[in-house]
T-cell receptor, first 112, second 112 residues
Framework: DQQVKQNSPSLSVQEGRISILNCDYTNSMFDYFLWYKKYPAEGPTFLISISSIKDKNEDGRFTVFLNKSAKHLSLHIVPSQPGDSAVYFCAASDDSGSRLTFGEGTQLTVNP | DSGVTQTPKHLITATGQRVTLRCSPRSGDLSVYWYQQSLDQGLQFLIQYYNGEERAKGNILERFSAQQFPDLHSELNLSSLELGDSALYFC???????????FGAGTRLSVL
């Protein structure tokens, strides 16, 4: 039962353009959503999060959008930089404040 | 550097053996989480400890156990190892029952 899904295993964009990574979830109890970035041989690094009471959260070049009715969230990176090349994981939690449920990840490649 | 330390970085062992993975959380963090990442999959939640007590359990096998010590470091014990246990094992910590978790670099376990 895959409660968080990232349907695109990979995404390739040109430097300076926008990267859009998508994530869908099925569990309506999820109320907090996070994006993590992971480089090879490192652990996931927290990037940005959003609570279910909001529909948008921005932090510099990163913006997360949440559409609760569609159970969909997306991460926008503008402008994309080669250093952004990594695997991006979407994660969700409920109000228990314990486990994170992760998607399978999307490999983003930003070409110079 | 997330402040979460995991040792060892790599572990190679044989089927049927037992290993112990160690995690030191960020200074002041009371919660420790363990996750397993098998090949090309997202991170799967195993177990959470809060201030020495088990707080939440995921799909953790009976052959696996964990504990959190008074100094808040945690150990994950894997016994009767099988080939399918080969994976990356991540530890994460957070100040309390909070949603943003900070991850260590992981331990790569290879069971031969």
């Amino acid at each position: 039962d895959q409660q968080v899904k990232q349907n695109s295993p990979s995404l390739s964009v040109q430097e300076g353009r926008i990267s859009i990574l998508n994530c869908d979830y099925t569990n309506s109890m999820f109320d907090y959503f996070l994006w993590y970035k992971k480089y090879p041989a490192e652990g996931p690094t927290f990037l940005i999060s959003i609570s279910s009471i909001k529909d948008k959260n921005e932090d510099g070049r990163f913006t997360v959008f949440l559409n609760k009715s569609a159970k969909h969230l997306s991460l926008h990176i503008v402008p994309s930089q080669p250093g952004d090349s990594a695997v991006y994981f979407c994660a969700a939690s409920d109000d228990s404040g314990s486990r994170l449920t992760f998607g399978e990840g999307t490999q983003l490649t930003v070409n110079p | 550097d997330s402040g979460v330390t995991q040792t060892p970085k790599h572990l190679i062992t044989a089927t049927g053996q037992r290993v112990t993975l160690r995690c030191s959380p960020r200074s002041g963090d009371l919660s420790v989480y363990w996750y397993q990442q098998s090949l090309d999959q997202g991170l799967q939640f195993l177990i959470q400890y809060y201030n020495g007590e088990e707080r939440a359990k995921g799909n953790i096998l009976e052959r696996f156990s964990a504990q959190q010590f008074p100094d808040l470091h945690s150990e994950l014990n894997l016994s009767s190892l099988e080939l399918g246990d080969s994976a990356l094992y991540f530890c994460a910590s957070s100040p309390g029952h909070q949603n943003i978790q900070y991850f260590g670099a992981g331990t790569r376990l290879s069971v031969l």
